[in-house]
């Protein structure tokens, strides 16, 4: 049976560099890899399921997209393999219904919100006048389900007549009704950060959420705004979702609450900012490699 330490396996065009970049960094110390696309999965889960190849470690960036990937997850996840991330914790953590009370049961703030059921499941819903006056106007439209991109969400909501109209779009998902947030500046930027659990360690940038573009978060940064607890919130979601690589984005108002706004995004765009101007900056990218690095590495100390 041949044996690698690390899968890859991705879906998305746009995670050609990221996978060459990892895979760079993982050869310079000796860390075996295995790129898995939709041009091979067939073969390798048939590989994989008659114990011709195996992996130490899966890294999963297309199953949330592509269902033909969603075996090997399955089947990975019940061996020895190490997965980055389970289906069956992804299908739990993207779902914004279940993570908004959970955040809350946990002292996470989150933004004000009426969950209401989907469309194909009640046709007519009710919302009172004083739910829409705690929303207040604009207010956010957001399936529960949908991960990444912005796909479905409605930022600048007026009236219900526009909550009636969206939920028809995605008729077997939740809904979230939240209020928008606003956040406080910091020396000119706005206090809008993406957080990421990152194979054990926390790293946080900036991100602009109306122009989408990243900036590093500095130590000195931290410490003259105090946000720290930025770091701790970050742990807490990783604590309730037991995801090993994730973002969320998290806002700094301007009542000084730190509220978390998109709450896991368990596909993080990976994209280097010298190649994209809205990527993550390359820093940063490489510092997320080298923490996935170290844990493939004790991962195959652990499992000779």
Not at 279 to 284: F, L, N, Q, R
């Amino acid at each position: 049976m041949n044996t690698f330490d690390l899968a890859i396996a991705y879906d998305w065009e746009f995670d050609v560099e990221f996978v060459s970049a990892i895979e760079t960094i993982m050869h310079q110390f000796g860390i075996s890899t295995y790129v898995i696309t939709y041009k091979n999965i067939s073969e390798v889960t048939e590989n994989v399921k008659n114990r011709r190849l195996n992996f130490k470690c899966l890294l999963d960036r297309a199953s949330d997209v592509d269902d033909n990937f969603i075996e090997l997850n399955r089947i990975l996840s019940k061996r020895r393999t190490y997965v980055f991330n389970p289906h069956k914790l992804v299908e739990h953590a993207i779902d914004k219904a279940n993570m908004h009370l959970e955040f809350i049961t946990s002292g996470i703030n989150v933004p004000y919100s009426i969950i209401i059921p989907p469309h194909n499941q009640a046709k007519e819903i009710f919302i009172s006048i004083d739910d829409l006056e705690l929303l207040g106007r604009p207010f956010i439209i957001k399936p529960c389900n949908i991960t990444g991109g912005g796909m479905g969400v409605v930022k600048g909501a007026e009236s219900l007549k526009e909550v009636l109209h969206a939920r028809q779009k995605h008729g077997n998902d939740k809904y979230l009704i939240q209020e928008k947030v606003y956040p406080k500046m910091l020396d000119g930027k706005r206090a809008w950060f993406r957080c990421y659990w990152a194979f054990g360690k926390t790293i946080c940038v900036w991100w602009n959420d109306e122009t989408h573009i990243y900036n590093q978060l500095l130590e000195s940064e931290v410490e003259e705004f105090g946000l720290r607890k930025l770091f701790l919130i970050t742990k807490t979601i990783h604590r309730l979702t037991k995801l090993d690589f994730f973002s969320t984005e998290i806002a700094l108002t301007i009542k000084n609450k730190f509220v978390v706004i998109d709450y896991v995004n368990d596909q993080c765009d990976m994209r280097f900012k010298s190649l994209h101007t809205d990527g993550v900056p390359d820093d940063v990218v490489l510092e997320i490699i080298n923490s996935l690095r170290l844990f493939v590495a004790k991962e195959k100390r652990t499992n000779r």
